[in-house]
């Protein structure tokens, strides 16, 4: 389950962001055309929707200016992302772009299928390569240690909660919880409010509840899924998964801070925070903007911090390139990715463009880089700020210290499982914690059986 996907109904404007310049330093030099007129032309997706009118603007807007900066390049724009239900065919077919847009959950598929393409030779003069964190980039790359795509967009779980629930259930609302038991604490006092007030919610429907547990483990200091020689398998049914089970089944049982009413999935608990009725609920800074919007709250409702304990699930999206396409076509692929979107050198260009174009800025979103590049970017954020800074330091202060995971191989599938331990612990109070945990385990194995 990935966050990117629901960030996109904000548009594109909310990670515009880390778009990058029309004249970034150190870019390779220009590719031999493979037209008459010695110019390449490459096609590419990820092209708003025209019911995105601002973000549509500043694609097509960046599309001009790349072209204006590179004039043997030319930028033939497709809307939309990969759809895996077409893409086989779109490539046997020839009609699959040059650079397509991909989550976290595609590349080792693709990359096993041989469906994306080397680009480990275009790679030796791109800016910021080396700045990216590894765990992002290591997405993209196979088992042979060759790089067949780059990250453009990054997301990491950790805990949206309500600033005035936390004031008068005399928590500080500057100092959330980074603990498990922190969260259990905290959960009881604000449940103690009464008038219907839910001290913590989570998912257990749709995938949503599996997505959800695969971060409590991780948080746990656990893994989903591990590799075991040349095959995976399931990794949950230890200790770290049991801690997990355990303390949802606490909240929900022993102390009563999740409520009665069970089931949920994402819309649900928006709503529960929407109406103020909420505490916390595990999520990534991109849900703010959803729930003031939709509920006409204000940002200095909310805050967020890092997931607690030692890691978090984190997910994105990047770009590969069709291994159809010539070395002209993805050597210049590569330069408008790197141009477009791996470059933090235009963040004050493109914060002060969106300004007045109602988007949040400055929020701790798509943190790809290292400590040195990412504060760098994160004071000019600052500096353009829209929405308060103060609601969003506690998750810039820990969340780069946790272990970023992704998810696990077939992580759909593997979520559907783990959506029935969700359900039981939350719906059945003499749940069998050892015995939904070996269950689920050996159907996750027979899940992995055929991931390589």
């Known amino acids: 389950m990935d966050g990117i996907a629901r960030r996109r109904a904000l548009g594109l404007a909310l990670a515009s962001a880390l778009m990058l310049g029309p004249a970034a330093c150190g870019s390779p030099s220009e590719p031999s055309g493979v037209g008459k007129d010695g110019v390449v032309t490459i096609s590419v997706n990820d092209m708003p929707p025209k019911t995105q009118p601002v973000d549509r603007k500043i694609f097509e807007q960046d599309v001009k200016a790349?072209?204006?900066?590179?004039?043997?390049?030319k930028i033939e724009p497709h809307e939309g992302q990969m759809d895996p239900?077409?893409?086989?065919?779109?490539l046997a077919g020839g009609q699959l772009e040059d650079v397509y847009y991909v989550y976290f959950t595609d590349p080792a598929g693709l990359i096993q299928r041989r469906q994306g393409a080397d680009i480990t030779p275009y790679l030796k003069d791109v800016p910021y390569l080396k700045d990216i964190r590894p765990e992002f980039q290591d997405v993209f790359k196979g088992q042979d240690g060759k790089i067949y795509g780059l990250p453009n967009g990054q997301y990491s779980l950790g805990l949206?909660?309500?600033?005035?629930?936390f004031e008068r259930a005399g928590l500080d609302p500057d100092k959330p919880p980074t603990t498990w038991d922190e969260?259990?604490?905290?959960?009881?006092?604000?449940s103690a409010l009464g008038d219907g007030t839910v001290g913590y919610a989570d998912y257990s429907k749709n995938n949503e509840g599996g997505w959800h547990l695969t971060s409590w483990i991780y948080s746990m200091g656990g893994d989903v899924a591990v590799r075991d020689g040349d095959r995976w398998k399931a990794a949950f049914d230890d200790t770290a998964g049991r801690d997990a089970l355990q303390m949802l089944h606490d909240m929900r049982w022993t102390d009563g801070s999740m409520g009665t009413r069970q089931l949920l999935q994402i819309a649900d608990v928006q709503k529960m925070m929407g109406s103020g009725k909420l505490g916390m609920y595990m999520a990534g800074p991109d849900n703010v903007p959803t729930?003031?919007?939709?509920?006409?709250?204000?940002?200095?409702?909310y805050?967020?911090?890092?997931?607690?304990?030692?890691?978090?699930?984190?997910?994105?999206?990047?770009?590969?390139?069709n291994p159809k396409a010539s070395p002209e076509k993805i050597e210049a692929g590569v330069r408008w990715v790197q141009w477009k979107y791996l470059n933090p050198d235009r963040t004050?260009?493109?914060?002060?463009?969106?300004?007045?174009?109602?988007?949040?800025?400055?929020?701790?979103?798509d943190r790809l880089y290292t400590d040195e590049v990412q504060n760098k970017v994160d004071r000019i954020h600052a500096k353009y700020a829209n929405v308060p800074q103060k609601n969003f330091a506690p998750f810039m202060a820990r969340n780069g210290e946790l272990d970023q995971k992704v998810e696990p191989p077939n992580a759909q599938q593997i979520y559907a499982v783990l959506d029935g331990v969700m359900?039981?612990?939350?719906?059945?109070?003499?749940?069998?914690?050892?015995?939904?945990?070996?269950?689920?385990?050996k159907k996750v194995d027979s899940l992995l059986a055929t991931v390589k």
């Open 66 to 73: 790349f072209e204006k900066a590179h004039p043997k390049i």
């Open 85 to 90: 239900k077409t893409f086989a065919a779109k």
């Open 160 to 165: 949206v909660y309500n600033r005035a629930l």
């Open 183 to 190: 969260v259990r604490a905290a959960a009881k006092k604000i």
């Open 291 to 301: 729930i003031v919007k939709q509920f006409e709250r204000e940002y200095d409702d």
């Open 303 to 321: 805050g967020v911090a890092a997931m607690p304990g030692s890691a978090t699930l984190g997910g994105g999206n990047g770009f590969m390139f």
């Open 348 to 365: 004050a260009f493109n914060d002060k463009r969106i300004g007045d174009q109602d988007v949040p800025i400055g929020l701790p979103l």
């Open 423 to 441: 359900q039981s612990v939350l719906t059945k109070k003499d749940a069998d914690l050892d015995q939904l945990l070996g269950d689920a385990a």
